[in-house]
């Protein structure tokens, strides 16, 4: 890795949209077991950590011809979730969620949330207070 820093880990978390939860939870919960990530029930999701940073999440479909996938990349300050936004805006992306708090996932939790041009939801989050 570049520098003297620490390493971050990049992706913060990824989400699948299934078409059978219970079917895709089992499948997940099998092949991560050797790896020592558990499955917890979330809201209506199921959501898998183990000893790393970082997480990986099934949820039920939104549309069932066009799942979507979504991966959130870690951001180490607010700011950098601010210019990712600005980024996206200045090329023209859909943007589904403006930088902000979304204190229904933790109270520290700063997200932007943009479309790729393959209708996919790419988000920047930073899980820390900053400023």
Not at 3 to 12: L, T
Not at 37 to 57: H, K, L, M, T
Not at 105 to 127: K, L, S, T
Request: proline share 8%.
């Amino acid at each position: 890795m570049p520098g003297s820093r620490d390493p971050v880990w990049m992706i913060d978390h990824v989400t699948l949209q299934v078409r059978d939860l219970p079917a895709s939870r089992a499948f997940y919960e099998a092949v991560l077991a050797p790896l020592g990530i558990a499955a917890q029930d979330i809201d209506g999701a199921v959501g898998f950590f183990g000893p790393e940073q970082g997480s990986f999440w099934l949820c039920p479909a939104q549309r069932a011809e066009d799942r979507e996938l979504h991966i959130a990349f870690r951001a180490p300050t607010r700011g950098v979730v601010r210019g990712f936004h600005d980024a996206a805006v200045a090329i023209g992306a859909e943007v589904l969620h403006a930088p902000r708090v979304f204190p229904e996932y933790h109270a520290h939790y700063f997200g932007a949330f943009v479309r790729d041009p393959d209708g996919h939801n790419i988000e920047a989050v930073c899980n820390h207070p900053d400023g």
